[in-house]
């Protein structure tokens, strides 16, 4: 069994519409990370949190530390957000990630 | 400017054979990674260096070492290459400050191995 799950696997949304993926985990952490990977392979880091929430742009990230579990929001998504969703978590020197959203925002 | 950058970007190459990847970043960080992502898009992390010393070792095949003549360089060895070392190789690198790890990728090395 995988230490981080993410759902949905695969997520096909209109443009404009709200986005939420979700990744819950298992082990202690000290640390999350949202990442992206572009259709073209590239990896970008979109967050890292460790408590609360962070913003930025049309992104939102939420972490609840108790329940195990993180959210990443999309606002008035577009298809330039259409990419792989990736989360992984930091317990202590480790890093475990989950297999990724694939998302895809149609026109 | 390319904060990470990997060379080669493409690697084709026979099985048995010995090959390096190349890592370098501008950003002045002191920690970086190597990570595996295979055939159904899985990261799995590699190794990671902090000032010279190796502070994430996963379990992967002593095949693979990582060699970081600097702070600003982490290149990864592969010897006696097998079918099973095919997938796509990322460099990172981080800050690690109090409650930072944001963390930089390079584009990635496509290794083939025939």
């Known amino acids: 069994k995988n230490e981080v799950e993410q759902s949905p696997q695969n997520l096909t949304a209109q443009e404009g519409e709200f986005i939420t993926i979700n990744c819950s985990y298992s082990?202690?952490?000290?640390?999350l990370h949202w990442l992206q990977q572009h259709p073209g392979g590239g990896i970008v880091s979109l967050f890292m949190?460790?408590?609360g929430k962070k913003k930025h742009g049309r992104l939102i990230a939420t972490i609840n530390i108790q329940e195990k579990h993180s959210s990443l929001h999309i606002t008035a998504s577009h298809p330039r957000d259409s990419a792989v969703y990736i989360c992984a978590v930091r317990p202590g020197n480790q890093f475990y990630f989950g297999t990724g959203t694939s998302l895809t925002v149609i026109p | 400017d390319t904060a990470v950058s990997q060379t080669p970007k493409y690697l084709v190459t026979q099985m048995g054979n010995d090959k390096s990847i190349k890592c370098e970043q501008n950003l002045g960080h002191d920690t970086m990674y190597w990570y595996k992502q295979d055939s159904k898009k899985f990261l799995k992390i590699m190794f990671s260096?902090?000032?010279?010393?190796?502070?994430i070792n996963e379990t992967v095949p002593n095949r693979f070492s990582p060699k970081s003549p600097d702070k600003a360089h982490l290149n990864l060895h592969i010897n006696s290459l097998e079918l099973g070392d095919s997938a796509v190789y990322f460099c990172?690198?981080?800050?690690?400050?109090?409650?930072?790890?944001?963390?930089?990728f390079g584009p990635g090395t496509r290794l083939t191995v025939t």
């Open positions: 082990v202690g952490i000290s640390a």
């Open positions: 260096y902090n000032n010279k010393e190796l502070i």
């Open positions: 990172a690198s981080s800050h690690p400050g109090h409650h930072t790890y944001e963390q930089y």
């Open positions: 949190l460790s408590s």
